[in-house]
């Protein structure tokens, strides 16, 4: 995967207690008016005194919103929330770590154009390489609930703009925004990883969103890009939007680049859809770097460019390009808060005497502020900015939900900010360690979010695992009710992170979660029926913690460099082995109908297990892009259970690893559509005793042939109808055999097409160049078929024609190819592909089956 953002050492904020009133900070609820379902606790309202920031759209805002960020920043960071209503900014604005910046919105497309909170952007005109308007300088922060409006951009004088939105350092969440008429919405600058955008729709007149420098996990869903976000905003509010489309229409398809990927690491792209642009999605290589990207696509309407493909790795996979996943939409999880929206208590008011020094035991401050919220029905518990030790453990009361100032994801490196800090230590090496109550227990309907988990006293294992060996603790957090959920919060040096194994925790939601689990992250059973685990990343990554060099020595300890190799060694190799050899990620027992979205794990030992509990093992799961990466061992391993399908899966098979395996009692079938490899399984990809296991794609020739046709999809080459205006094959049966019927290609007129790309990695990148490829037709029609391919030299190379003769029978005729590269990079609309079937005939064409075999 390239550098680690984790070694890096740099400044971070540690909180040491500042008054959460100091400085005119007051926490408070806040509903907004566009979407209710989800309270904020809003640490300053900007319109509230002493910011009273302008909402009419008449005044600057810059000096005083401003003023707000800052302010939170010194008192330990949290939400500034921007009210409904329209605020100029003639200067531009800074986000420090820690800090989310929060508004009300609804998307434009169900009746939110035109409200809400929408943030007037005057500076920068004329200057792309100017400051942009909001720039995030340091530390984990987010976007949330914002719309974007340049008041000066006119569509028949379209001039450049800085970009909206730049990150210039850690993780930066964008969510729920609207960009208008934004030149440039969002660029990088510096490094940080953890990509998450989502629900994010704009006209870009240039660039809409690029992401560069991504060395973790990334998430990029919901997306819309369209001229219509500008042309259809009401004018009475937006008022230059335009009243003639056309030309904006124009602009967008000449200049548009609606996603620019560069460099990033399994990045995970899904629900995407780009209209009216010159290019969709743009995958090239960082100009930083000179590296390319790689990671998963789902659910795309976009036209793509892959200019520059890294073959270290190899490409972004498409996953629907298999009749397996066209009807499968992942069912994002539900909004779970405090059953009461009206209830807020504050633990660092004197009734409740919290301290937050990170040495006073606020464990009775905390847990009798939850009970008073429980005796009235529910409500949030907060936590503002501050470090909390939590000498015993804590219980959440049914519809209660403890909160921290984290609104966003947040791994915690060493140069980020820490906000919301609970230190546990209670229960180290107990005999009996599984009846040791966790750190926080969730009744039913209760909630953790925005808060981080730390282990102070955990081993280093330094100098090594033999002389420091781990701390075995409880587990940090365990469900005992339905509906119960864990948001945003990162969990660092645990032993055993989430719990929902004896209890029915039926509706569960997991989401926006990081953590570092020594023995076993999650586990789900207790005859669970539903729930979800959506964007949660475990990893040895997590281990530091902000602020702090690692390991953190003592007096006698050998001598260590943590700027130097010292450290990479230390953490590559004494903490890694620690993880490879001991940590699983996910188990799942009796549960069913499971959702997961990017439940992914780095450098564990083991990924997923699938076992039998009080006689069951899970039924009914969908696992979309929830892959794993440096497995110790097996990837998966199926003991019980049945119905088991990823959409999407990556592996990286570190020591003696596996994909997966099933044992001799698994009796269940388990689907894998589209898989990725780098660095092949020694072991081989499946390892198979019991059950039924389908991979597609897989060809069963070995690795000198693929093919494809109707009756399966377990070739190692498909690409059927592009455009997806048509989201699975129509298959017919014609003369007896089974066939598809091809459609006309969406641009050329009178052509039909056909797509394929060459998944196995030993026919891409000019591995293998000289093959034979084969295709069966209905011979119908008048006309001529036409094949091309990417060869050494020319995206384009073409084959022989064959004359169609109508004469109303099956044929068949294979053509050589010589000097194939199969890089996806044949320049043909809408996307690039790897073999293109041109058709021109009086009659629909129809093929029975397309093989590329290695000569």
Not at 815 to 829: C, G, K, Q, V
Request: net charge neutral; aromatic share 10%.
């Amino acid at each position: 995967m390239g550098n680690r953002i984790w070694l890096a050492v740099g400044a971070a904020v540690l909180m040491s207690g500042l008054s959460a009133c100091a400085n005119g900070i007051e926490p408070r609820l806040v509903v907004p008016t566009l979407n209710d379902a989800d309270g904020i606790v809003a640490d300053v309202v900007v319109t509230d005194a002493p910011y009273s920031a302008d909402a009419t759209g008449k005044r600057d805002c810059t000096a005083s919103v401003q003023k707000a960020i800052d302010d939170l920043s010194k008192t330990g960071g949290g939400v500034v929330y921007i009210p409904a209503g329209k605020y100029r900014f003639d200067g531009c604005l800074k986000i420090p770590g820690g800090i989310a910046l929060r508004g009300d919105w609804k998307s434009p497309l169900a009746g939110g154009s035109g409200k809400g909170t929408i943030l007037m952007v005057y500076s920068g005109r004329g200057n792309v390489d100017g400051e942009p308007f909001i720039r995030t300088t340091g530390g984990c922060s987010g976007l949330q609930g914002l719309s974007f409006w340049y008041p000066e951009q006119t569509v028949d004088n379209i001039v450049p703009y800085p970009p909206t939105v730049e990150r210039n350092f850690i993780p930066l969440m964008l969510k729920n925004l609207t960009f208008y008429n934004s030149y440039w919405g969002h660029r990088i600058d510096q490094n940080g990883g953890a990509t998450l955008y989502e629900n994010i729709y704009g006209t870009f007149l240039n660039v809409g969103i690029e992401n560069d420098l991504n060395y973790e996990y990334g998430f990029i869903d919901r997306i819309y890009i369209s001229p219509s976000i500008w042309a259809d905003a009401p004018r009475e509010v937006i008022t230059n939007a335009p009243k003639n489309r056309a030309p904006l229409v124009k602009h967008c398809k000449a200049n548009t680049i609606g996603l620019r990927l560069l460099k990033n690491d399994n990045l995970q792209l899904y629900d995407i859809e780009v209209a009216d642009a010159h290019t969709g999605i743009l995958f090239d290589k960082s100009p930083k770097t000179g590296k390319g990207g790689y990671g998963f696509e789902m659910k795309i309407k976009a036209t793509e460019n892959r200019r520059f493909i890294d073959p270290w790795v190899g490409d972004s996979l498409q996953v629907d390009r298999f009749p397996e996943t066209a009807d499968c939409f992942y069912e994002w999880a539900p909004i779970r808060c405090a059953a009461r929206k009206d209830v807020l208590i504050n633990v660092r008011k004197a009734r409740w005497g919290a301290k937050a020094d990170g040495k006073t035991d606020d464990t009775e401050s905390i847990q009798k502020a939850l009970d008073e919220a429980g005796k009235k029905g529910g409500g949030t518990v907060y936590l503002p900015g501050g470090t909390y030790a939590v000498k015993s453990h804590l219980l959440v009361p049914p519809g209660v939900e403890l909160r921290g100032g984290y609104d966003y994801p947040h791994h915690g490196s060493p140069g980020d900010t820490a906000v919301s800090v609970l230190l546990a230590t209670a229960g180290a090496d107990s005999k009996t360690l599984e009846a040791e109550p966790p750190f926080i227990t969730l009744k039913e309907g209760a909630g953790v979010r925005g808060v981080m988990v730390f282990y102070p006293e955990q081993s280093e294992m330094y100098p090594d695992s033999t002389v420091n060996p781990p701390k075995a603790y409880p587990w940090t957090i365990r469900g005992e009710g339905q509906n119960v959920y864990v948001k945003y919060v990162t969990i660092k040096r645990g032993w055993n992170g989430i719990d929902l194994w004896n209890h029915d925790c039926s509706g569960f939601v997991l989401q926006g979660i990081w953590a570092s689990p020594l023995n076993i992250g999650v586990r789900i059973g207790g005859g669970t029926d539903g729930g979800w685990i959506q964007q949660m990343i475990q990893t040895m990554g997590v281990w530091h913690f902000p602020g702090r060099s690692t390991p953190q020595l003592k007096e006698g300890d050998a001598p260590f460099n943590p700027d130097g190799d010292d450290q990479g060694n230390w953490f590559w190799n004494t903490l890694s082995e620690i993880f490879l050899s001991n940590s699983k990620g996910y188990l799942f027992g009796d549960v069913r109908n499971i959702q997961t979205f990017g439940a992914i794990s780095f450098r564990l030992n083991r990924h997923m297990l699938f076992q039998s509990r009080n006689g069951s093992g899970p039924q009914n799961m969908d696992l979309y892009l929830s892959h794993s990466e440096d497995v110790g061992d097996i990837g998966c391993r199926f003991e019980a259970g049945d119905r088991i399908r990823f959409f999407g899966y990556g592996t990286v098979a570190h020591k003696t690893g596996k994909l997966m395996e099933t044992t001799d009692d698994f009796s269940g079938t388990v689907d894998y559509c589209g898989l990725m490899f780098w660095g092949a399984p020694p072991g081989g990809v499946p390892v198979v005793r019991g059950g039924t296991v389908n991979i597609h794609p897989l060809t069963p020739e070995g690795t000198t042939t693929a093919s494809v046709s109707p009756g399966s999809s377990k070739g190692l080459i498909k690409q059927m109808s592009a455009f997806k205006q048509h989201p699975f094959d129509r298959v017919k049966r014609m003369n007896g055999k089974k066939c598809w019927l091809i459609d006309l290609c969406t641009h050329l007129e009178d052509v039909y097409t056909i797509d394929l790309l060459v998944d196995y990695d030993t026919f891409r990148f000019g591995r293998t160049t000289e093959f034979e490829f084969a295709i069966e037709y209905m011979d119908r029609g008048e006309g001529i078929l036409e094949v091309f391919y990417d060869a050494l030299g020319n995206p384009r190379e073409a084959l022989e024609p064959i004359e169609l003769a109508n004469t109303g029978k099956w044929k068949t005729v294979r053509l050589p190819i010589s000097n194939a590269r199969f890089a996806r990079s044949s320049e043909t609309y809408p996307r690039n592909t790897d073999i293109r079937i041109e058709i021109k005939s009086t009659e629909q064409p129809a093929i029975a089956a397309m093989v590329i075999r290695k000569k």
